[in-house]
């Protein structure tokens, strides 16, 4: 491997040219050198961005040939993800998978199975982990601030529900299973790495209350005799009509969990919500914690016999989050990577976790489609840590 890696995007927009700034540092140890999407005019922005000529293709299959490529990272939309994965790791490159790992738990014991065949190394896109608000919970938690973790609450508020996942290909079961598992991958996450352990068995209930219905499925926004009145209107992106007739993923739902060591979870996630904020209470036998500010505030909260009398009994603290979108994460997880390649240092996230979100998500879903019955987590293929 060359000391200055090469890297390869399939999927060029959106999340890609997010990472790809970051990716691109060709004084440093990185450099951007190829880019494969289905869209002309998203190549053409994406070689302008670039500025060194990048190589560019409609076929994926070009960038796994170049041996000039070391690296794949992949941001296509999710139905995507298992079939660009396992391309990529048979062609023996190394691979920085967006999340979520696959849309179903086969799909991502497959791509799991590859990747231990191959040698290389693959890395799923949890930022969320390297939030310094999310560092800092999980920094007071191992310390033991408030005792043995017992219990988890997690809301999630999808403002602007519809136009992050209504109007486009997230709206639909065959490319994204559920947002259980596409968006709420994230959140899942988040309560494995909190609290240290794998959700064990799940339980869930979850409708469309307010997304999806009778439209034509070729509807855009401006061409909508209701545009002037419609909440949900989209013009920037001229995307689909979100109440179109082919959605049929949930949008208002509620997981239980108990997790592998006995601790209880439970999971909202509303996607017509008046504002976006996601809020992490976890609960301990000397207290609990639990950011109020998705991007730098933490408050802790102790039981009476645990507190000093010279201290607050609420503690609250400030932390300084990065100013990109992502709170400074993008840019920490592509350093995580690119430590993982050179210097074989173990990344925050592990490929299993990725799985394992996948799983629970799989499982819930399948849950709220069938009565809320309870339903157990499959195992991993053995020999996966």
Request: proline fraction near 2%.
């Amino acid at each position: 491997m060359s000391k200055i890696l090469r890297i390869g995007i399939i999927g060029v927009t959106g999340r890609g040219e997010e990472l790809r700034k970051y990716f691109h540092q060709p004084k440093k140890r990185a450099v951007v050198t190829a880019g494969a999407d289905i869209s002309l005019k998203a190549l053409e922005a994406f070689k302008n961005a670039n500025g060194n000529e990048p190589f560019v293709t409609t076929d994926y299959k070009e960038l796994l040939k170049r041996k000039d490529i070391d690296v794949i990272v992949i941001t296509s939309p999710d139905f995507t993800h298992e079939k660009y994965a396992l391309a990529a790791l048979q062609a023996k490159k190394h691979v920085y998978l967006e999340k979520p790992m696959a849309i179903t738990t086969a799909g991502c014991d497959r791509v799991l199975k590859a990747w231990k065949s191959s040698g290389n190394k693959l890395l799923v896109g949890f930022n969320m982990r390297h939030m310094a608000v999310f560092q800092l919970m999980k920094k007071l938690i191992d310390s033991g601030k408030i005792g043995a973790i017992k219990a988890a609450w997690v809301r999630h508020f999808v403002g602007s529900g519809g136009h992050y996942y209504f109007h486009d290909w997230h709206g639909t079961r065959k490319n994204t299973t559920s947002l259980l598992l596409q968006k709420g991958s994230h959140d899942i996450d988040m309560i494995h790495y909190l609290t240290g352990s794998y959700v064990k068995k799940v339980a869930a209930f979850g409708s469309r209350d307010y997304f999806g219905g009778n439209k034509p499925n070729n509807l855009r926004c401006p061409a909508c005799k209701l545009k002037k009145t419609c909440l949900e209107v989209d013009y920037s992106s001229m995307n689909r009509c979100c109440f179109r007739k082919e959605v049929d993923v949930e949008d208002n739902s509620q997981v239980i969990m108990e997790l592998e060591n006995g601790i209880k979870a439970s999971y909202m996630q509303c996607h017509f919500a008046p504002e976006y904020f996601r809020n992490y209470t976890i609960i301990g036998t000397k207290g609990r914690i639990e950011n109020i500010s998705d991007g730098d505030t933490v408050v802790l909260k102790l039981r009476k016999k645990f507190i000093d009398e010279k201290k607050l009994k609420e503690i609250r603290y400030k932390v300084k989050a990065g100013k990109d979108r992502h709170y400074g994460a993008d840019a920490l997880i592509v350093e995580d990577f690119l430590d993982y390649l050179l210097k074989n240092k173990k990344p925050v996230a592990t490929a299993l976790a990725g799985r394992m979100s996948v799983a629970a998500g799989c499982a819930a879903t399948d849950s709220l489609r069938n009565g809320g019955k309870m339903l157990k987590i499959k195992k991993a293929p053995k020999g996966i840590k």
